[in-house]
Each structure stands twice: as C-alpha cells, then as structure tokens.
C-alpha cells in the first residue's frame, strides 16, 4: 500500500511541478536539454526513495534538490571544479564537498521557490519548447513532456503512434536546441509576437487533436484537450497584457463546453443541431466569454484565435441553431478570412453562408475550393458539399461526394456519421 501511494505521489507531483523544476533547473544549468535529462533523474529517484522512505514534507523542493545536485556531479565529470560547479554547490551550501547519490526523503525542504522566478521559468520553458527551429511534430511533443508533465507513453497513446517515435521527436528536439544554441529565457520585447504566436499554434494544434481527432475510434480525447485548456490558462497569467492569449484561451473554453453533447451514449457523435444545449458546461461558457472580453478591452481588435472564440460565443448565447446569429457569424468568417485566409476557413464561412443565405450561395465557395485543389485529402469539403447537395435536392451527386467522404476520413467516429447519411440517402 505504502509503495502504492508513494508512486501515485511521485506522478501527482510531478503532473503539477515538472514545468517548474525543469524551469529553475534550466536557469541554474544553462542548459534546457540537461535540465530535462536532470529531471528525469530526479523523478526516477523519487519512484524510488518515496515508496520506501515517505512522501516528503516538500516535494517539488526535494525534486528540485535531487536535480540540483545531479547537476553538479555532471559538472564535476565534465571539468572538476568549474565556475558553475562552484557557484551552483555554493548556492546549495555543499561548499564543493561530495554529494554522493541522492538525498534521502527529508532533503529539499529549505528549497526556496520565488514566485517572480518560477513565472519567468516556466514563460520561458514554453517559448523555447516552441521554438521554430524545431519541427511541428517536436514542438508539440516537447511541450507536452516539459510544460504539461506527461511522459513519452502518455504522449504516444494521445497522438496513436509509437512511445519511440515520440521519444526520438524529443531527443531530436532537444539536440536541435543545443545546436542552435537557443538560450533559456524569455525572448526580447522585438522577439516576443512572432514567438509567441509559434507558442500559440502549439497550443491549439494540440487542443484540436484533442476536441475533433483525426484517427482513432474517439471523436473526443479529453486528456489532450485538458492538457491545451491548462497549458493556455498558464499562459494567460504569465502574459495578461497579450490579447490573442486570452483570445485563444475564450476559444479553448467555449469549445469545450460543448464536449458533454457532443457524443452519445456510446460515444457516437451528435451534431450540433441535435445536441442536447442543457448539457453544455455554463461555468465553462462564463469562462470562455471573460477571457474574450479580456481580449476586446485590450483595444487592439481581435486576432484570429479571437475571432474563431467570437463565432464560439455565437453559438454558446443561441438557445438553438436557428435561434443563431449567422449572420454575424458569416461576417466574423469574412474578418478571419482576411486576417489568417485558409481553405478551412472558408469551408467553415460556407457552412455558414448556407445557414444565413441557403445552400446554394454556399455550394459555390465549396466549388471554388474543389476547383482550386484545396483540401485534396481530406474529408471536410467534399462531406460539407455532399450535405449542401442533400439540402437542394440533389441525392446522386450527394451520394457521390459522401462515399468520397467516408473513403477520406481517419476517424472511426465521424466515418459512422457519414455512413448513415449515406444509408438515408437510400
């Protein structure tokens, strides 16, 4: 029982303080790769000490304590003696002498966390996760394993591919970080926008994946959603003052209040105009529309994750879809094409026109975008036409596009969706 509790310790903590020891042993060492490996070790360590000896009184400080004095014996193998190795056994009181192996469970108590320091930690921790020398796939991997805490396995099982693909993402990460020499810290004012937007994306690459899957049996995967959700309620308290932070956190919230009607029973997805909006989550909602009005008060006008929690908002006010306002919502997809153009867009303003205007004004933009080649290899267009040719009348060439659709789509869920239009077609 003892080991039992000890372990569920170990992962508690470690769930909630990895960003923060990673961070403050990134700012002792330098060095954003070895702190990461230090922290490994130190969480090996306490599966360990902590079932055997006890949950210690402090455990983040005894993680970072372990950390800590992992680093300098790294240091005394590279060089005896160095400046850092100095400076660092001088900060921790060792007075250069040997550590040894780790400190038993009491140690770490008299770790001090200075609040200031640990926010300029973990800002930093996230903008060089996201940094743009490293590849989509790592960003996204990286910030998972450091900022949110979870391990390569958790990762793997989120995303459907193998624990080694992840791991090798993040070994490849943190030697591109190295090789650049990217420094640990939060990037200059001149830096700080188009950083932050790689931050941003990062984030909302991982709350998509989670809220609409693209493989898999689940439409939902409420442990990668949870995981963007906290990650851009950390980075709105570390940068208030920026607009689109909040914007993207409304969009966050706003989108998973409708998580609960999303799916059935058995976990089939239900359509937006027959879900259930008493089962939306309200507390969620509220949240979602504060963190846009923290967004509109900045007075820069809304970015594009802004906009997308606007047409959110539009729908979490509506008491039903045809009590909703599309008209707004067409012209908050124009303001977004503008602002971010891309084919979903536009597939999404169709979808909207077709609320607004009917469905023939919207099977021209899907026309246009068929005709451009755009989104060749998925199954959004050509599922958004074959339902705008079922609303005219048009069942053959709407039987067409739906079987294009099924062919197209990765997500065991939304193939089911597709197949029983396809079967009340006749």
Wanted: one cysteine or more; a neutral charge.
């Amino acid at each position: 029982m003892a080991e039992h509790t000890g372990r569920e310790a170990v992962a508690a903590v470690w769930r909630i303080e990895s960003a923060r020891i990673v961070g403050a042993l990134a700012r002792y060492t330098g060095d954003f790769a070895l702190a990461e490996d230090l922290a490994q070790e130190a969480l090996a360590e306490a599966l360990v000490n902590w079932p055997r000896d006890g949950i210690p009184r402090s455990p983040a400080g005894w993680l970072l304590a372990v950390g800590r004095r992992r680093a300098i014996d790294t240091f005394r193998r590279r060089s005896a003696l160095d400046e850092r190795y100095a400076a660092l056994a001088h900060n921790l009181g060792e007075g250069g002498a040997a550590t040894g192996s780790a400190p038993a469970a009491p140690a770490g108590e008299d770790v001090l966390w200075d609040p200031d320091e640990i926010d300029d930690d973990v800002l930093a921790l996230m903008f060089i996760s996201c940094h743009p020398v490293l590849s989509r796939e790592a960003r996204v991997a990286l910030t998972l394993r450091v900022v949110g805490g979870l391990t390569s396995d958790e990762i793997a099982k989120a995303f459907l591919v193998p624990t080694a693909t992840v791991q090798a993402r993040i070994t490849r990460a943190k030697k591109t970080l190295g090789a650049a020499r990217v420094p640990f810290a939060v990037p200059p004012p001149e830096e700080r926008a188009e950083r932050l937007g790689s931050v941003l994306n990062v984030i909302y690459v991982i709350f998509t994946e989670g809220s609409s899957a693209s493989s898999g049996d689940d439409l939902i995967r409420l442990d990668l959603a949870s995981q963007a959700q906290g990650l851009a309620r950390v980075l709105s308290r570390l940068m208030p003052g920026e607009p689109e932070v909040h914007g993207l956190l409304a969009l966050l919230e706003l989108t998973a209040a409708r998580f609960p009607a999303r799916t059935g029973p058995d976990g089939e997805p239900v359509l937006l105009e027959h879900q259930d909006r008493r089962r939306w989550d309200r507390a969620a909602i509220r949240r979602g529309r504060a963190a846009l009005a923290r967004a509109e008060r900045a007075g820069r006008g809304l970015g594009a994750y802004g906009l997308q929690a606007a047409i959110a908002e539009c729908h979490a006010v509506a008491e039903s879809v045809e009590a909703t306002n599309w008209d707004r919502i067409v012209l908050l997809y124009e303001a977004l094409g503008r602002l971010a153009p891309s084919p979903v867009v536009e597939v999404n303003r169709a979808v909207a026109v077709s609320m607004a205007r009917g469905p023939s004004a919207a099977l021209s933009i899907v026309d246009e975008l068929m005709a451009g080649g755009a989104l060749a290899n998925s199954h959004l267009l050509p599922s958004v036409r074959g339902e705008l040719l079922i609303r005219l009348g048009r069942g053959d060439e709407a039987r067409t596009e739906l079987n294009r659709a099924v062919e197209l789509c990765g997500n065991e869920r939304e193939r089911s969706v597709l197949q029983r239009k396809l079967a009340d077609l006749g």
